[in-house]
């Protein structure tokens, strides 16, 4: 019987079935894409090394070659460090390209690195310098008889001739000094001036020009420096003159503060005076801090008078020392004097000109002037007590 079909095409077996995956391309109307090798990239580093060894091994066998004894490994040498060149120079000058600022950042951090181990140091404040600020004053006080005038002060974070002072704030007072009495003052700066802050703390003097106060009828600039944050203000400062066994001058530095109570006060009395056969006349009286090299005792103030003694006798006459027979009534306070310039003897018929200085205690402005009755000695020659009152005011 013959069998017409499928299996008879094929010699009487059946064919075998084809997979799905394994039909021809196109017979469900998707195209598969031949294999493709995945494309490499090319290393130009990679090939120009390659280049430059193949060439170093080939020269041998270029027409007419003969090898040499070489000499030195110099030509080996320096092959190697043209290659270690290529190697380490070409990726470098290509990230440099790349990251323009990287050499920067490398230097700005060693820089930033300690000596100790090379430690981060994180703790460098800078330092914040200020433009030096000037404010000028122009007041006048006196001090153990020297004269102050205090020109004008200069705020600055540091000051190139005095390193004593720091680098973190300074306040410099220049001043002007005159020395006018016959005596040299010796005031030690470093004793006697003192800067007074705006939270009222004190601080001591920390370098000057000239440590001590002019001699005697010497004239000169100094300034005084004090250790001073840039933050306090000029104004809110008070430069004080003076140590505690002083009376002290405070001096705010504003440029306009009231001095008038460190000031001296001076009255003309005039007032005719008869004791010891002389005629004596108290001309002047002057209240005041300070005579010639010295300053009063805190508490108490300097009162000088001027007298004119006349001798009208035909023979001369005994002025003596005045801590003897005068004294000073201030209040409940009676003193002697404690200095003076008159002569202790006065010719015939002439007269003389002096001083008489006593330490009385301060805020007073009415006086008694004492001359006691017979002393004896050379003291002159009276019976009674003689008083006098004046006001200083």
Partial sequence: MTV????SQYGGQTPRQVPPYAQAPGQYGQQVPPYQQPQQKSNPIAEALGALGLLFFLRRYRPGYQARRQSSGCC????TLVILLIIFGTPAFFY????????????????NSTDNGGTLNTSITPTINI????????QSVTFAGVNITIQS?????????????GSNGVVRIKIKEANNGKNNADILYSDVAHLILPDNSSITLANSLQSISPDSSVTRDNWLDFTVPTSDKINQMKLVLGSAQDARITIPLTGNANLSAFQSKTVSPNTPISYGGLNWTLKSATQSLSIDGKQATAGNVY???TFNVDNPTSGNAVIGFTDEYMRLKSGGSTNPSVNTTLPTTLDANSNAVGTVTFLTPANSTAYTLILLAKQGGMDPQSSTQVNTDFKIQ
Avoid: M, W
């Fill in 76 to 79: 080996g040498c320096l092959v």
């Fill in 131 to 138: 433009t030096p600020i000037t404010t000028p004053i122009n």
């Fill in 153 to 165: 002060v200069v705020q600055a974070t540091s000051f190139s001739d005095d390193s004593s002072a």
């Fill in 4 to 7: 017409s079909g499928p299996a």
């Fill in 303 to 305: 009162v000088v008078l």
């Fill in 96 to 111: 440099s390209r790349a990251n323009p600022h990287a050499l920067n950042q490398i230097f700005q951090s060693g820089s």
